[in-house]
């Protein structure tokens, strides 16, 4: 079976598979996917001869981890975009506070890196998820009321 044909029968067992999902899974553009679903749905694309065997289909199918990762893309964007942002911010953060002999508690430290990662979601991808703003939130205030004595 060539790729084509593997993704049309994933395609036609998963009609409604993400397709950034599919376009990674097989290693093609998601133009090329919206393409071949489009086809697909108005009947150019024919349906396989045979099905596809069982031990090829099962492999096909998104794992556990593949939904998740999946539905993380579409609420925060691609991992790899996500990463430079968090990097570039956190290294700045270190640079500066390392110029100016800054030091800091580890959970101090961490609700920073935590902050960033936050602010680089919403940056990459949904300015209007509501967890990521409340996550911010939270990391400050678990700082805040360690320094007053309230650590939990």
Same mark, same amino acid.
């Given at each position: 079976m060539t790729k084509t044909e593997k993704i049309k029968a994933y395609l036609a067992e998963n009609p409604d598979a993400s397709v950034n999902g599919v376009a990674k899974k097989f290693s093609?553009?998601?133009?090329?996917?919206?393409t071949l679903r489009k086809k697909l749905q108005a009947g150019a694309i024919l349906p396989l001869p045979m099905k596809?065997?069982?031990?090829?289909l099962k492999a096909l199918e998104p794992t556990p981890v593949d939904k998740?990762?999946?539905a993380r893309a579409v609420n925060y964007g691609t991992f790899a975009d996500g990463a430079r942002l968090m990097q570039s911010i956190k290294r700045t953060l270190s640079d500066h506070a390392q110029k100016h002999?800054?030091?800091?508690? +580890?959970?101090?430290w961490e $609700?920073?890196?935590m902050i960033v990662h936050k602010m680089a979601r919403i940056v990459n991808s949904n300015p209007d998820n509501h967890d990521?703003?409340? +996550?911010?939130?939270?990391? $400050?205030?678990?700082?805040a009321d360690r320094l007053e004595g309230n650590a939990r």
């Open positions: 093609v553009s998601a133009p090329y996917i919206y596809a065997p069982e031990p090829l998740v990762l999946d002999g800054k030091t800091f508690a +580890d959970d101090q $609700a920073l890196e990521s703003w409340v +996550d911010i939130a939270g990391y $400050a205030m678990l700082v």
